[in-house]
């Protein structure tokens, strides 16, 4: 029987699927869930400076080949969100990585410091949310040097939390801000956070998510996913977290092939349910066992030697 088991970081996962941030919200019970239903490892909805609601309905759109949404970054704020924290790591048996963002740099990492007091083994930093207001609207993944300074301050009071940066797709070189976050210590890359988008009913004439642009996900963005992580496994050093489009275990071993370590699944879970993550784990087994793989390792970045 193949071995799935993986070190992401140092961190041990008993299998590679990892739920991505912003599906399950931020309460412990949700999270739990999604552990009893077979992920490696969870990571909660991004935790901003201060309680949001977020946009104003429909923020979900689901349109075929894939999501739209604008959810709005709704969090209860990084007091609230470290009690929630402190609650997962109570109760949950996997890792449970933390994730943030904020308005500015220097946010980020105050809001980073709160979760970081409550000792996760991993933070994410969402320096990539395409759907913001104004506020919120400039991407620090954008930009290498603004990336390179959210993690080296973060990095000041990350003590054994390893640091995680979640990179966009929309960045016009998303290996140059992965090589700046690499340089400022970051320990892992998530690539990818949704692409930005606009879906319009022509009937009405009108975009149909309130706040007219929302963030593609699911199975439509998967080749820009795996693009991505093949071209940052040639690029940086630290393990990335492919993740976009991962509905199957056929569509993780094509990120594990690229150069994934783990991989993370949000859409997913609205397309097969929450034992996507058995499901997946099974499948992937399942090819490797009929392929000949005992374990991940043998299949990572196997697509660059061809
Ligand atoms: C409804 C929804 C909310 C999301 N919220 C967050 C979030 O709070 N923080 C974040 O880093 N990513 C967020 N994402 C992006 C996902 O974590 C993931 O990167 C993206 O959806 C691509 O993966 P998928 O195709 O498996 O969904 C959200 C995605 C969706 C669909």
């Given amino acids: 029987m193949a071995n799935l088991s993986v070190s992401l970081a140092g961190i041990s996962l008993q299998n590679p699927t990892i739920l991505a941030s912003g599906i399950m919200g931020v309460s412990a019970s949700s999270l739990k869930f999604v552990e009893e239903h077979g992920a490696g490892a969870v990571t909660m909805k991004s935790i ?14 689901s349109w075929g080949e894939g999501i739209t949404n604008a959810v709005g ?5 990084a007091e609230e969100g470290a009690a929630h924290l402190e609650e997962m790591k109570k109760i949950l048996h996997i890792p449970v990585i933390a994730s943030c963002f904020a308005d500015t740099v220097d946010n980020i ?40 300074r959210a993690v080296t301050l973060v990095k000041k009071t990350s003590g054994k939390t390893k640091i995680f940066v979640k990179l966009s797709p929309d960045a016009s070189n998303i290996v140059t801000v992965a090589k700046a976050a690499e340089a400022a210590g970051a320990d892992g ?11 319009i009913d022509i009937h009405t004439k009108r975009p149909i998510l309130k706040n007219t642009f929302g963030g593609l996900s699911g ?39 690229a150069g994934a370590t783990a991989v993370g699944i949000g859409s997913g879970v609205y397309y097969r349910g929450i034992d996507v993550f058995g499901k997946v784990t099974e499948e992937m087994e399942n090819f490797m066992d009929q392929n000949g793989y005992k374990s991940l390792e043998e299949m990572r970045g196997i697509a660059h030697k061809c």
Avoid: Q
């Avoid at 949001?52 to 759109?61: D, E, S």
């Avoid at 970081?116 to 993944?141: I, Q």
């Fill in 73 to 77: 970054l709704s969090n209860p704020g």
């Fill in 189 to 199: 890359i998530t690539a990818i956070n949704t692409l930005s988008g606009l879906i």
């Fill in 109 to 148: 990492a105050k809001v980073a410091e709160k979760l970081l007091e409550k000792e996760p083994l991993a933070l994410e930093l969402n320096l990539s949310c395409p759907n913001t207001e104004d506020d919120f609207g400039c991407m620090f993944a954008m930009d290498p040097r603004v990336t390179e």
């Fill in 48 to 61: 901003g400076p201060t309680d949001r609601t977020g946009h104003k309905n429909p923020t979900v759109y």
């Fill in 219 to 257: 199975p439509a963005i998967r080749p820009v996913g795996v693009r991505a992580v093949y071209n940052l496994y040639e690029a940086v050093k630290i393990p990335i977290i492919g993740t976009g489009g991962i509905n199957t275990g056929e569509d993780a071993i094509e990120y594990i092939m």
